[in-house]
């Protein structure tokens, strides 16, 4: 990134609230890497957008700045299976945040259907969080879920 982006990147952070000099806008300059000031713009519209308050926003700025680089239609899609589908809170994507970079077809519902069926065989009520879900890799999951099937369809 130039000097002239950057700038105007910093520029903009500070704009939303960001402190010159506070670790938290350091954070946010340098894990967006090489993305725009104009990609953060419609990075945070599009999350405004799927219910987040600015605040939320801010937040996951902070945490992952590069899910702002998403496709509007890809973290759209997310949001609407986490919230229509999961029966999840919008607010949960900021325990988990990495989320929004896993692919819907080929982690989020496959692992969702999975679980679905083996908590329905095996009478679990119990919820998990996202991050106990999503991220561990399939020979973990299998581990804490006993019999899970994650090569059936849905």
């Known amino acids: 990134m130039t000097t002239d982006k950057l700038k105007k990147t910093a520029d903009y952070l500070q704009g939303l609230g960001f402190q010159v000099g506070t670790e938290e806008l350091s954070k946010v300059i340098l894990r967006c890497g090489s993305v725009t000031c104009e990609t953060l713009q419609e990075g945070l519209k599009n999350l405004s957008m799927v219910g987040l308050s600015q605040q939320e926003v801010e937040t996951l700025l902070i945490r992952l700045p590069i899910v702002l680089s998403r496709k509007r239609t890809d973290t759209n899609n997310k949001f609407k299976y986490l919230v229509e589908e999961m029966?999840?809170?919008?607010?949960?994507?900021?325990?988990?945040?990495?989320?929004?970079?896993?692919?819907?077809?080929?982690?989020?519902?496959?692992?969702?259907?999975?679980?679905?069926?083996?908590?329905?065989?095996?009478?679990?009520?119990?919820?998990?969080?996202?991050?106990?879900?999503?991220?561990?890799?399939?020979?973990?999951?299998s581990s804490r879920f006993p019999g899970i099937n994650l090569k059936s369809g849905g």
């Open 87 to 141: 029966n999840r809170m919008p607010n949960e994507i900021l325990s988990c945040p990495v989320f929004l970079m896993l692919s819907l077809d080929k982690r989020i519902k496959p692992r969702y259907q999975a679980l679905s069926r083996w908590r329905k065989e095996k009478q679990v009520t119990r919820e998990y969080s996202l991050s106990y879900i999503f991220l561990p890799s399939d020979k973990v999951l």
